[in-house]
């Protein structure tokens, strides 16, 4: 009698969920940056150098109308001409949270030159808090180690601001 050649059945060895989760794909988180535009008013100072606080409040002048604090960082380049703003956070009707760091998240992205951060008083009155003072004193910092230089803060209130630069309170801090 001939011999038959039988083949052995494959066991199909079931995996282990330890072995099927290290064969799944890993993923890091990819930072991209975009930017979208704001149309602005006609002879605003797009391409051109920020001359003063005049300047910059014209160009935010919609903050004044907000009925919460609303916190925004201008990146300039070598020039002072505007990069791009980002808006940071936004507050309640009279605080808004914000750390020294997270407002140039964009600017150190960017690679800017300086910056100028402003932001606005629902109640209408400009007048820097403590809490303005302390804040801008802690950037103004965390600039100057990172290379750039802060050039302003301006806060924007009802149909007036005030300036730290204008004022001289930057030199103070």
């Known amino acids: 009698m001939a011999k038959e050649n039988k083949k052995k059945p494959t066991i199909i060895k079931k995996k282990s969920k ?3 989760k290290s064969k799944q794909p890993a993923y890091l988180r990819k930072i991209e940056i975009k930017y979208r535009k704001l149309k602005v008013k006609a002879g605003s100072p797009i391409g051109k150098p920020i001359k003063g606080a005049k300047t910059v409040v014209d160009l935010f002048s919609f903050m004044q109308n907000e009925a919460k604090e609303k916190f925004v960082t201008i990146s300039l380049d070598a020039k002072l001409k505007i990069n791009c703003f980002e808006v940071v956070a936004i507050g309640s009707l009279n605080s808004i949270y914000v ?5 140039l998240r964009a600017s150190i992205a960017l690679n800017a030159h300086g910056v100028i951060v402003v932001h606005n008083h629902p109640s209408g009155d400009p007048t820097p808090r403590k809490e303005d003072k302390t804040f801008t004193k802690k950037l103004k ?3 100057e180690l990172g290379g750039m230089k802060l050039h302003d803060h301006i806060i924007i209130g009802d149909e007036k601001y005030y300036s730290f630069s204008e004022e001289r309170l930057l030199d103070k801090l």
Do not use: A, C, V
């Not at 750390?99 to 407002?103: I, L, Q, V, Y």
């Open 18 to 20: 330890k072995e099927t």
């Open 99 to 103: 750390r020294p760091f997270e407002s």
């Open 141 to 143: 910092k965390l600039t």
